[in-house]
């Protein structure tokens, strides 16, 4: 293992045989194998553009070597095998919060990469046979469209629905996790789950808001789902009551968490668009604080 110090924090990078080790641990997980190659044009009398240089995934196997990105000639590669290694050693170092599951999965033909923190242990009930757990999310690419960030959420266990960014970590995740230093990862993650009670607190409260019809209405105008969508969305039932959204506005009945558990859930399970998904999630938490606030 080479030690060497970057902007991201990072403290060393490993040698072919470690990041063997990593990508023997998650079989399932596409790893590209990446170089920086020299990036040329015109048609028969090539020149190399100045500068530049492609991102290069050199495992692919297709027609030709897979491109991700063109990059500038002096960016330095850092692999998805590295942080995955370095978000293994931070979160091993914590001892106070039961078992801690590391997901790491690529997507976008290995463009994009998401490390799910995962803590079982940590479980709270919001209502009855409805609880969550925390998790924290490490983003990085080589498709040059997400830099090393992160960002708290959590997980109803009732149907894997993946709830966005807290309300309650908005500031700390803008101090601490946008721009992450992953040797500071353990301690970002121990005094952000510090606050998961307040957040939990803020949720069950969330079971006894009701939301009226014009601001249900006014509600849809800032989600980022389509008319056609919301349609579908609407005679969605929610896993464990079968509530129906049209009903319970009808019925006057429909609590800010249960909308909030419907669209999740449409997001997570009927949306099959990875880079969608995880762009909705912080889209869907900003809407339901707007609903929160007006109630």
């Not at 399932?28 to 190659?37: I, N």
């Not at 980022?224 to 009903?247: D, H, M, Q, W």
């Not at 909030?260 to 999630?281: C, F, G, M, P």
Request: proline share 4%; glycine share 6%; aromatic share 10%.
């Amino acid at each position: 293992m080479d030690k060497q110090l970057s902007e991201i924090g990072m403290e060393y990078e490993l040698n072919p045989v470690e990041r063997a080790e990593v990508r023997e641990r998650y079989p399932k997980v596409y790893f590209p194998d990446p170089v920086l190659e020299p990036v040329w044009y015109g048609r028969r009398d090539h020149q190399r553009i100045p500068n530049k240089k492609a991102i290069v995934d050199q495992s692919f196997s297709g027609f030709g070597n897979r491109v991700y990105a063109i990059c500038s000639d002096a960016y330095k590669i850092i692999h998805y095998e590295d942080i995955v290694h370095m978000v293994e050693n931070s979160v091993g170092k914590l001892t106070d919060y039961g078992t801690v599951q590391i997901c790491p999965y690529s997507y976008l033909d290995g463009g994009r990469m998401r490390i799910s923190i995962k803590f079982p242990d940590i479980k709270a009930e919001i209502k009855k046979i409805d609880s969550i757990i925390p998790k924290v999310e490490v983003f990085t690419s080589y498709d040059l469209s997400t830099k090393l960030s992160g960002k708290f959420g959590a997980i109803q266990l009732k149907c894997t629905n993946g709830v966005g960014i807290w309300t309650t970590f908005k500031k700390f995740a803008k101090k601490h996790l946008q721009n992450l230093y992953l040797n500071e990862l353990g301690t970002n993650i121990s005094e952000g789950l510090a606050l998961f009670g307040e957040q939990v607190n803020a949720w069950k409260s969330w079971t006894s808001l009701k939301i009226e019809k014009d601001l249900y209405e006014t509600m849809w105008d800032e989600l980022p789902f389509s008319k056609a969508e919301r349609t579908k969305i609407e005679v969605l039932p929610e896993i464990g009551t079968n509530l129906l959204l049209t009903e319970a506005i009808k019925q006057n009945d429909l609590n800010l968490w249960s909308l909030n558990s419907i669209l999740t859930q449409w997001n997570s399970h009927e949306i099959k668009s990875e880079v969608r998904q995880i762009a909705n999630e912080p889209l869907i938490a900003k809407a339901m604080e707007m609903i929160s606030n007006q109630i």
